[in-house]
């Protein structure tokens, strides 16, 4: 199977912390993989170096055959990755609709003078975004809801609409962040048949950062596991569940919770 992302000996400093140590994985296209650690342990640091957000010091971090390493986030963005946060950003003065259209924007083939002559493919484009983001929102559970204010969902139905705006920009890797921060246990158990669905249906590539173990072990079929900024293992969700360093820095006894829930 064919790596879709690669990063290779990767780190990055803030002043003398060393947030991320010579990190290194590799995901498979069409994988779904999970990078979890304690607070504090680099996940988000790794997802902004692989986004643009962050520069990374020394490494590489390939797409495919592509180094993003020294690109602007947008031009990554444009390459095919998108990402969810831990903080949930949705813009507050639209709609659930709106949300979503924003990201179409990028997908749109006419320019600005097409757009006021409202031209053929102006009205193509138009009728193309509304028709993806329709049906991204009937893929997170959010059908009937595009006129309500993006903020007045509760919690999990806002995460979920995170994923569809993301999933407008057509990418070919998605980075999750703590999508089931805030869910309760059903809803993570739906959140976990979303992800496998979505990775399905539009051949994404997943990378997920999650603390909820039930999610982890129920739908990744790698895991890389970061302390303090530095590999701690990798392996099979079973291989993890397992290992003596991971349990004692961080996992304990919810591996077993997490087993029985999965």
Known sequence: MTDLLRLSSVEKRFGGLRAVGGVSFDVPEGGI?????????????????ITGVYQADQGTIRLADRELVGLQPAQIA?????RTFQNIRLFASMTVLENV???????????FLGEIARS?????????VRTRAAELLAAMGLAGQEEAMATSLPYGSQRRLEIAR?????????????????????????L????????????????LVEHNMQV?????????????????AEGTPAEIKSHPKVIAAYLGEDLDEAEAEA
């Open 78 to 82: 444009a390459a095919g990755v998108a």
């Open 101 to 111: 259209l924003v990201a179409g924007e990028l997908r749109r083939r006419s320019h």
């Open 192 to 207: 976990k048949e979303q992800i496998r669905s979505l990775r399905d249906r539009y051949e994404l590539t997943v990378v």
């Open 120 to 128: 053929k493919i102006a009205r193509e484009d138009e009728e193309l």
């Open 33 to 49: 993989f999970g990078l979890i650690g304690p607070n504090g342990a680099g996940k988000t640091t790794v997802f902004n170096l």
């Open 166 to 190: 993301a999933l407008m920009l057509a990418p070919k890797l998605l980075l999750l962040d703590e999508p089931a921060a805030g869910l309760n246990y059903g809803e993570a158990e739906t």
């Open 216 to 232: 982890v072990m129920g739908v990744c079929e790698r895991i890389h596991v970061l302390d303090h900024g530095i590999t701690l």
